[in-house]
């Protein structure tokens, strides 16, 4: 279970993660700060600032407890990106998407304390200047061949059910 930090919300994910990412595109900065405004709410962005997202395929993620108090947040009324915030304590939980794609990405900080690994940091020509970036884990200026091809994948594999 992943739950908000005051456990009334809790979302379920079956089966391994697509991957872990830090996103640093300017739509991620821009609505971790304001979540981070919220009242009560958790840090979104790291220290680099960027936002980490476990990426599962959306038929594997479900809420579990506490539905109604998930609020979408988008950043535009056009948007297709759909954040949704634990009304309960401002938690940041999860982002999926309106326009049929196939994944949905849970708030890595969601996972305390057995955080999973980042596996890759994409979108880093948005990063704010600063120092480097770590360079724990590949780092792309765009949405990398690498994530592109796990996506494929998922997609494939919910195609067959698997």
């Keep these: 279970m992943i739950d ?10 079956r089966g391994a993660p697509m991957t872990c990412a830090i996103c640093y595109c300017d739509d991620c900065q821009e609505a971790g700060r304001q979540i981070e405004a919220l009242p009560g709410a958790a ?5 680099e600032g960027g936002t980490g997202y476990v990426m ?8 579990v407890k506490g539905h109604s108090l998930l609020r979408p947040h988008k ?6 990106t759909v954040r949704h915030v634990a009304t309960c304590c401002n938690s940041a939980m999860l982002l999926n998407f309106e326009d049929g794609k196939h ?7 969601r996972y305390e304390p057995d955080v999973p690994p980042v596996q890759m940091r ?3 020509r948005f990063r704010p200047q600063g120092p480097a970036l770590p360079a724990d884990v590949p ?11 796990k996506l494929l994948r998922a997609r494939v594999a ?3 059910r698997r």
């Design 4 to 13: 908000c930090a005051c456990g009334q919300v809790s979302l379920e994910a």
């Design 43 to 47: 840090p979104v962005l790291d220290a």
């Design 56 to 63: 599962f395929r959306k038929d594997r993620v479900r809420c």
């Design 75 to 80: 950043l535009r009324a056009t948007s297709a």
């Design 103 to 109: 994944w949905a990405d849970i708030y890595r900080s």
């Design 122 to 124: 994409v979108c880093t």
């Design 139 to 149: 780092a792309y200026a765009r949405y990398p061949v690498p994530l592109i091809a």
């Design 158 to 160: 919910m195609f067959f």
